[in-house]
């Protein structure tokens, strides 16, 4: 274990106030993504909430990871976060009408922040490595900047084409670690503190869940309680908690336990943002789906309605997968069986009431969640 490691053990740090003020941000992004999404229920709308998803936790993110690694002297990440908050509450503001007339407004402090935030990193970076790593992402984040700008200045299909290719650019160099040729990133022996950070990571999926539990009270507000309407928000309710449950039951007690072992502590902070990141996204679909189907709990369901209702837990279990596969003691069959489950679930539901498509959903849900409740149990025996 590195110096920093095990300097974290006997020092443990929990996440300053400043850093939790900073997520709050993002719940006005999760409430603004989500009514987009709900608004534009088709493919386009799932790309652009998509685009807009990545660009507002590459900014979470990245601002998170700096300030985990430059922590020597509290005011300075706390200055650099409060700047950062200002532009991306002006950036999230943005996000309604980022595709028709105020793409500037969406991308300017998104530049702002992406490329400030780079090189505030590289000025104080912890040491040689880190300011070579920040170095190679100032490249990624030039060439992302390029496709952003040009994408602002065209209509709404050119700009869902350049913006795409920067998401996308911007989600590899993330899940890459931002190598160039004959230039990658060597974290083996890099000082980061993971556990710290899955600490920041947990605590922001947390803000997620709470906008899908704020989305399910909207819409059963607006649709009126009866009965239908009452089952629909249980079943949504249901299906949150167990998405909670899956959080906070096996990510937190696995993966710490293996950190204590783990050399490699910037792969792990790596494989968190991935996790997050897809999670995320699984959460905000979800959302949209307790939204649509609250609301209109008669009859058949469209295929529009369908989809984010089985696509949501689906990716977030997949985003799930991702991080835990890391982990010597995470059994995946439960997640592939529960993904095959939810695809089985989703195929019947087209030929059955919208209300027994998401009380499927949300039992598939909640079996994974005792499964891995069981799974804990029987760890703790064991030890």
Same mark, same amino acid.
């Given at each position: 274990?590195?110096?920093?490691?095990?300097?974290?053990?006997?020092?443990?740090?929990?996440?300053?106030?400043?850093?939790?003020?900073?997520?709050?941000?993002?719940?006005? +992004?999760?409430?603004?993504? *989500?009514?987009?999404?709900?608004?534009?229920?088709?493919? #386009?709308?799932?790309?652009?909430?998509?685009?807009?998803?990545?660009?507002? $936790?590459?900014?979470? *993110?990245?601002?998170?990871? *700096?300030?985990?690694?430059?922590?020597?002297?509290?005011?300075?990440? %706390?200055?650099?976060?409060?700047?950062?908050?200002?532009?991306?509450?002006?950036?999230?503001?943005?996000?309604?009408?980022? &595709?028709?007339?105020?793409?500037?407004?969406?991308?300017?402090?998104?530049?702002?922040?992406?490329?400030?935030?780079?090189?505030?990193?590289? +000025?104080?970076?912890?040491?040689?490595?880190?300011?070579?790593?920040?170095?190679?992402?100032?490249?990624? %984040?030039?060439?992302?900047?390029?496709?952003?700008?040009?994408? +602002?200045?065209?209509?709404?299909?050119?700009?869902? @084409?350049?913006?795409?290719?920067?998401?996308?650019?911007? &989600?590899?160099?993330?899940?890459?670690?931002?190598?160039?040729?004959?230039?990658?990133? #060597? =974290?083996?022996?890099?000082?980061?503190?993971?556990?710290?950070?899955?600490?920041?990571?947990?605590?922001?999926?947390?803000?997620?869940?709470?906008? %899908?539990?704020?989305?399910?009270? &909207?819409?059963? /507000?607006?649709?009126?309680?009866?009965?239908?309407?009452?089952?629909?928000?249980?079943?949504?309710?249901?299906?949150?908690?167990?998405?909670?449950?899956?959080?906070?039951?096996?990510?937190?007690?696995?993966?710490?336990?293996?950190?204590?072992?783990?050399?490699?502590?910037?792969?792990?902070?790596?494989?968190?943002?991935?996790?997050?990141?897809?999670?995320?996204?699984?959460?905000?679909? /979800?959302?949209?789906?307790?939204?649509?189907?609250? =609301?209109?709990?008669?009859?058949?369901?469209?295929?529009?309605?369908?989809?984010? $209702?089985?696509?949501?837990?689906?990716? &977030?279990?997949?985003? #799930?997968?991702?991080?835990?596969? @890391?982990?010597?003691?995470?059994?995946?069959?439960?997640?592939?069986?529960?993904?095959?489950? @939810?695809?089985?679930?989703?195929?019947?539901?087209?030929?059955?009431?919208?209300?027994?498509?998401?009380?499927?959903?949300?039992?598939?849900?909640? $079996?994974?969640?005792?499964?891995?409740?069981?799974? $804990? *149990?029987?760890?703790?025996? /064991?030890?």
């Amino acid at each position: 274990m590195n110096e920093r490691a095990r300097k974290t053990d006997e020092t443990r740090e929990e996440a300053a106030p400043i850093e939790l003020f900073f997520d709050l941000v993002f719940v006005f +992004a999760f409430i603004q993504l *989500s009514h987009h999404l709900a608004a534009h229920l088709n493919w #386009h709308g799932v790309a652009e909430t998509a685009i807009m998803l990545v660009a507002v $936790l590459t900014v979470w *993110s990245g601002t998170s990871w *700096s300030a985990t690694i430059i922590r020597d002297d509290r005011a300075r990440p %706390t200055l650099a976060v409060l700047l950062i908050m200002v532009l991306g509450l002006m950036m999230n503001a943005a996000i309604a009408h980022a &595709f028709d007339k105020h793409a500037w407004a969406l991308i300017i402090p998104l530049l702002l922040i992406e490329v400030g935030r780079t090189l505030w990193t590289i +000025a104080f970076a912890p040491d040689s490595d880190y300011r070579n790593h920040y170095l190679r992402t100032l490249m990624w %984040t030039l060439f992302c900047a390029v496709l952003w700008i040009i994408g +602002a200045m065209l209509g709404p299909d050119g700009r869902l @084409l350049f913006w795409g290719v920067a998401t996308i650019t911007a &989600f590899a160099g993330i899940w890459t670690g931002h190598p160039l040729p004959g230039n990658r990133l #060597h =974290s083996a022996q890099m000082p980061f503190d993971a556990k710290y950070f899955l600490e920041r990571c947990s605590l922001f999926l947390l803000i997620a869940l709470g906008e %899908t539990v704020i989305s399910t009270g &909207f819409a059963l /507000s607006e649709a009126g309680l009866s009965t239908r309407t009452i089952f629909a928000g249980v079943c949504a309710f249901l299906g949150t908690t167990a998405m909670w449950a899956i959080i906070f039951g096996v990510n937190l007690d696995i993966s710490e336990e293996h950190l204590e072992k783990a050399t490699d502590q910037v792969r792990i902070g790596r494989a968190a943002v991935n996790s997050v990141i897809l999670m995320v996204a699984g959460l905000i679909l /979800s959302a949209v789906a307790n939204q649509v189907l609250i =609301s209109d709990t008669y009859g058949d369901a469209p295929i529009s309605h369908l989809l984010p $209702l089985v696509a949501g837990p689906v990716i &977030f279990l997949f985003g #799930h997968y991702s991080f835990m596969r @890391l982990m010597p003691d995470f059994r995946a069959q439960r997640h592939v069986l529960g993904i095959i489950a @939810l695809v089985a679930a989703g195929l019947l539901a087209i030929f059955l009431p919208a209300l027994t498509g998401m009380a499927m959903v949300s039992a598939v849900m909640v $079996l994974i969640a005792l499964f891995d409740r069981t799974k $804990l *149990s029987d760890l703790s025996n /064991s030890n």
